[in-house]
């Protein structure tokens, strides 16, 4: 499957730029960079592109709306158009809130629960470390990222990958920053653990969720 390779950063001005409140958006593409003084949104918060000049010239749709925050999310758990939809689909399936049940789909994705657990510096960086088989799952190895967790599923790191200067690192910063309540990490054992499904309020997507229900909706 195909992937974008393009620079990222370009990627949260664009949605900063599009943003009506003037918030400064960043989508966490590029790890501790995002919250140093280099992010490009910090440093130029406009959208990409030679003559751009930060403001709209043209009033949005409420379909440009939803297209907006679609892509927005779709970017920042960087899942494909496809892959995406499917979720959504899934979502629908399930009764309660549409919105909520996609993003919790999303949060429980393998990848996404190793950033949460400050196991990786970015999604990016998460996905590389579960494909190339640093995980394992309820003690099997799991090297899919989009593999979904479920509530009492305990995730840990294989044994030969805690001495790699990758996780020595990261390992470091975990130590001084807390994942969501809904996860639970032991630092001496190195194994955390899916407590429940995300609650709405845990989970610090900045997106409107119902936007994409009524795009999907459509």
Same mark, same amino acid.
Not at 20 to 33: Q, S
Not at 65 to 82: A, F, I, N
Not at 207 to 217: A, G, P
């Given at each position: 499957?195909?992937?974008?390779?393009?620079?990222?950063?370009?990627?949260?001005?664009?949605?900063? %730029? /599009?943003?009506?409140? @003037?918030?400064?958006?960043?989508? =966490? *593409?590029?790890?501790?960079?995002?919250?140093?003084? &280099?992010?490009?949104?910090?440093?130029?918060?406009?959208?990409?592109?030679?003559?751009?000049?930060?403001?709209?010239?043209?009033?949005?749709?409420?379909?440009?709306?939803?297209?907006?925050?679609?892509?927005?999310?779709?970017?920042?758990?960087?899942?494909?158009?496809?892959?995406?939809?499917?979720?959504?689909?899934? %979502? /629908?399936?399930?009764? @309660?809130?549409?919105?909520?049940? =996609? *993003?919790?789909?999303?949060?429980?994705?393998?990848? &996404?629960?190793?950033?949460?657990?400050?196991?990786?510096?970015?999604?990016?960086?998460?996905?590389?470390?579960?494909?190339?088989?640093?995980?394992?799952?309820?003690?099997?190895?799991?090297?899919?990222?989009?593999?979904?967790?479920?509530?009492?599923?305990?995730?840990?790191?294989?044994?030969?990958?805690?001495?790699?200067?990758?996780?020595?690192?990261?390992?470091?910063?975990?130590?001084?920053?807390?994942?969501?309540?809904?996860?639970?990490? &032991?630092?001496?054992?190195?194994?955390?653990?899916?407590?429940?499904?995300?609650?709405?309020?845990?989970?610090?997507?900045?997106?409107?969720?119902?936007?994409?229900?009524?795009?999907?909706?459509?």
């Amino acid at each position: 499957m195909s992937r974008y390779t393009g620079p990222v950063c370009r990627l949260c001005r664009r949605e900063t %730029a /599009a943003s009506k409140t @003037g918030e400064k958006i960043k989508l =966490f *593409l590029k790890g501790d960079r995002c919250l140093s003084r &280099n992010c490009a949104v910090e440093r130029r918060g406009t959208a990409p592109g030679q003559k751009t000049t930060g403001k709209s010239r043209t009033k949005v749709s409420e379909y440009g709306r939803q297209l907006r925050e679609k892509q927005k999310m779709r970017r920042y758990y960087g899942v494909h158009e496809t892959q995406f939809e499917n979720y959504f689909r899934e %979502a /629908a399936r399930v009764p @309660g809130q549409t919105g909520r049940t =996609f *993003l919790q789909l999303l949060e429980r994705r393998l990848d &996404n629960v190793v950033y949460r657990l400050n196991l990786a510096t970015s999604r990016a960086q998460a996905r590389q470390l579960v494909t190339h088989r640093h995980f394992r799952v309820n003690g099997r190895i799991v090297n899919i990222p989009s593999y979904i967790l479920r509530t009492g599923d305990v995730v840990s790191i294989a044994p030969g990958s805690l001495k790699s200067t990758v996780f020595e690192s990261n390992l470091d910063i975990a130590q001084n920053r807390r994942p969501p309540e809904w996860l639970e990490w &032991n630092d001496q054992e190195k194994v955390a653990k899916v407590l429940q499904l995300p609650p709405r309020e845990q989970i610090d997507t900045p997106v409107d969720e119902q936007l994409i229900v009524e795009y999907y909706s459509r």
